[in-house]
């Protein structure tokens, strides 16, 4: 619609070439551009007059959209919600864990329904398996020069600054690892639109021989990884649930051997548990059944000896491993622990050991949002409260819709009033480091040298805290304790 054109409203009318059906509870016309000759769009076709024989009704597969009912039949074969064949890597609840029906508790009440006396023993709970643990995590906040121009392009609004901060952080912190290098493959798990993919491929310039599985279980737009056109990366997309992943079945990894990074930003509450045992049991503790031969061996196969004494004096500045391992690192950026889950969670053994069990695990995973939850600053707090976030933001909104920042039935403003705003945002950043200890107690079974940090300020985002892990037998730096 061109500048001087008269709006809908001023007009009464449609625009020109737009859907005549009135929406009466956006106080607008339809935007939908129509087909010509007609005055509807297909959503709002059933209005037309002449269309009133023919009946719309909701899809069965999905009721966001509708479809007309003489056409079901056909429609049903080619929508997108439709169930399509399962691929070769599809293993369903591969990576769910056990589940054990005694572990599943009755139906419990709201954090906000419990009386003082029931929360303050919770809270006895808490403080005593907490006992012992490091609850400032060191600082870690980094960059990385692949992202300076884009990190100081005046026209970035705050959100995107935001992001860019994060990804640069994320990026400096797997560099600081040594796992930035060829011959590997990167696993983005929740990788939404692709973009911390994309920036590890800048970093990587024109490393040879370097693969992206980008993971995500909906349908993304604006993808980013569409974009790349190197010879020497390849990005590839799948469409899946974590929970049923089996990394082993991807043709890529089965052939060609490559050393395993997983990465992510703000992977959300059980999808980073799902992603730690896709990536520790599923996939390296296979290959180590296997007997995988090294990558010495595999080198040798197809070059001389020169070069394999070139790539050995080498190794340290191409950052190549010195020996195959199925998992070269993880480096994941945690978030949403309220929306971890007892049947996936990887720290069962660390909470039964502690005398804690799924009752407990539900109120803390519930009790970890007043870390960032409802944290609305009231004029009686505001002289001695820290500045907080406001309850409608999301700095991720463009990459997952978490939630985190909305008031819940959960959230400070509802519970009894003992506990003051500051001491509900400690009480929640310590249900938070007791779930990751858990995660960190795991990955140290499994012969990871896990660590958590601050990789971005709290002002950037409330969820700043990096999960970082490298195989035990590595040769590369100790992670930060």
Same mark, same amino acid.
């Given at each position: ?288 059944? +296997?007997?995988? @031969?090294?990558? /010495? ?6 070059? #001389?000896?020169? &070069?394999?004494?070139? $790539? ?93 920042? +909305?008031?819940? @039935?959960?959230? /400070? ?6 506990? #003051?705003?500051? &001491?509900?945002?400690? $009480? ?54």
């Amino acid at each position: 619609m061109a500048a001087s054109a008269p709006t809908p409203h001023a007009t009464g009318f449609p625009a020109e070439g737009r859907c005549g059906y009135y929406v009466e509870k956006k106080k607008r016309f339809c935007r939908m551009v129509v087909a010509a000759g007609k005055r509807f769009c297909g959503e709002h076709a059933g209005a037309a007059e002449e269309e009133n024989a023919r009946k719309r009704i909701l899809c069965p597969l999905d009721p966001k959209h509708t479809v007309y009912e003489d056409q079901l039949a056909k429609h049903l074969k080619k929508c997108n919600s439709r169930e399509k064949p399962k691929p070769d890597f599809f293993i369903q609840d591969i990576n769910a864990g056990l589940k054990d029906e005694t572990e599943i508790p009755e139906q419990l009440v709201p954090v906000s329904s419990l009386s003082e006396e029931q929360l303050e023993n919770l809270i006895k709970k808490l403080r005593k398996a907490s006992e012992g643990l490091n609850s400032t995590l060191k600082d870690q906040i980094m960059s990385h020069p692949a992202l300076h121009d884009a990190l100081n392009d005046p026209k970035n609004g705050d959100s995107a600054t935001k992001h860019l901060k994060q990804q640069a952080s994320i990026l400096g912190n797997i560099e600081k690892l040594k796992l930035l290098g060829p011959r590997r493959c990167f696993v983005e798990f929740g990788a939404g639109k692709g973009k911390l993919s994309h920036w590890v491929d800048i970093a990587l310039k024109d490393a040879e021989k370097v693969h992206f599985i980008l993971v995500e279980k909906v349908t993304t737009r604006f993808k980013v990884d569409g974009k790349h056109r190197k010879k020497n990366s390849v990005f590839e997309r799948l469409q899946i649930d974590i929970q049923h992943l089996c990394l082993n079945k991807i043709p890529v990894l089965s052939k060609e051997k490559l050393p395993v990074v997983g990465i992510g930003k703000h992977l959300c509450g059980m999808a980073t548990d799902l992603a730690l045992r896709c990536l520790v049991e599923t996939y390296a503790a296979s290959c180590e059944e +296997r007997n995988e @031969e090294p990558l /010495a061996k595999r080198i040798k196969n197809d070059k #001389t000896e020169k &070069e394999i004494n070139t $790539l050995a004096k080498e190794g340290n500045e191409k950052n190549v491993p010195e020996k195959w391992t199925p998992v070269a690192g993880i480096v994941i950026a945690l978030c949403c622990h309220h929306r971890c889950d007892w049947r996936h969670y990887v720290g069962k053994e660390y909470f039964k050991a502690l005398g804690l069990g799924a009752v407990e695990f539900h109120y803390f995973q519930r009790m970890s949002s007043w870390a960032t939850c409802g944290m609305r600053k009231t004029s009686l707090e505001a002289s001695n409260s820290t500045p907080v976030r406001k309850d409608n933001q999301n700095d991720d909104s463009e990459e997952h819709d978490d939630g985190r920042y +909305r008031i819940t @039935e959960d959230s /400070a403003e509802s519970l009894p009033g003992f506990l #003051t705003v500051e &001491e509900k945002k400690k $009480l929640g950043h310590l249900c938070k480091l007791l779930i990751d200890q858990g995660r960190i107690e795991y990955l140290q079974q499994k012969g990871f040298r896990p660590a958590l940090q601050y990789y971005t300020d709290p002002l950037v985002s409330l969820e700043n805290v990096l999960l970082t892990a490298l195989p035990k037998h590595s040769s590369l730096p100790e992670t930060t304790a």
